[in-house]
């Protein structure tokens, strides 16, 4: 019993011996990479590809340079902004103070409209654009509560030319807008002078009217024309010496009139 427990004993020591003894005998091979040869890569990696990569590099700090010289300089960029950016300013001031000078000296007025406002538009919807500022206009002049003379060129074709006879144009944008009998502008201009402060000085000194900007005509609907009530509307009238229609002499090409009520 005892040699048997010796027996085991042993044959374990020699299992560990011999494993021990193995990895002993083992051949150690040496580092495939040893320091002297990991230097030798280094550098004949630095002496090889270090002048292609430099050469890279050189060339596109080239590129970048060229690019850089051919943009302007953010200084410059800013001073040519600053430049324009004053420009326009100083002229739309110039502007703004002739527009709010005393107009004796403008060269386009419209006579017998000293007391008044008068804006060309039109009613028509055909172009939105034209109709928005027309109707933007009207809101901002209403708004003053001052006697306007609202003359629609869709209505009455008379009016058409008298605003280019005025202007001395063959064509002109609308609306187009008169106070106190000189010419101001379109609706750009009307829009920078409200929000300038501008327009209320220019039409400083206008009467008031006594009802509201919001009111509208009871004759007209603020359409400011009504049907003749000469021919109803139809342009023609019976005269008893020729026997035979003529043309109402009273209405315009629609059969129209201006509104006596809100127009005189």
């Not at 206009?137 to 003379?149: A, E, G, P, Q, S």
């Not at 008298?162 to 750009?188: C, H, M, R, T």
């Not at 209405?251 to 009139?257: A, K, P, R, S, Y």
Request: charged fraction near 25%; include cysteine.
């Amino acid at each position: 019993m005892y040699g048997s427990d010796d027996q085991k004993s042993s044959s374990i020591y020699n299992r560990s011996y011999t494993i021990n003894s193995a990895s002993t005998d083992f051949p150690v091979k040496p580092y495939p990479y040893s320091s002297i040869q990991r230097t030798a890569s280094v550098k004949k990696v630095s002496d090889s590809s270090f002048d292609s990569i430099k050469g890279k590099v050189r060339a596109l700090c080239s590129i970048f340079e060229a690019r850089k010289a051919s943009k302007p300089s953010s200084d410059d960029s800013q001073s040519q902004t600053k430049l324009k950016s004053e420009k326009s300013f100083s002229s739309s001031d110039s502007k703004l103070s002739s527009l709010s000078s005393p107009y004796e000296s403008a060269p386009i007025r419209l006579p017998g409209t000293e007391d008044r406002v008068v804006i060309y538009f039109t009613s028509l919807r055909g172009i939105r654009r034209t109709y928005e500022d027309c109707y933007a206009v009207r809101m901002i002049l209403k708004f003053f509560r001052v006697h306007i003379d609202e003359r629609d060129i869709s209505m009455d074709s008379s009016y058409r030319k008298e605003l280019l006879s005025v202007l001395g144009e063959k064509q002109v944008s609308l609306p187009q807008v008169f106070i106190k009998g000189n010419y101001i502008g379109g609706a750009d201009v009307i829009k920078q002078l409200h929000e300038t402060g501008q327009l209320a000085k220019l039409l400083k000194g206008l009467p008031v009217r006594a009802i509201g900007p919001w009111q509208v005509c009871d004759a007209c609907g603020d359409v400011r024309f009504i049907p003749c009530a000469n021919c109803s509307g139809s342009k023609k009238v019976f005269d008893e010496d020729e026997d035979q229609l003529i043309r109402c002499p009273d209405c315009n090409e629609n059969g129209l009139i201006r509104c006596p009520t809100c127009c005189s």
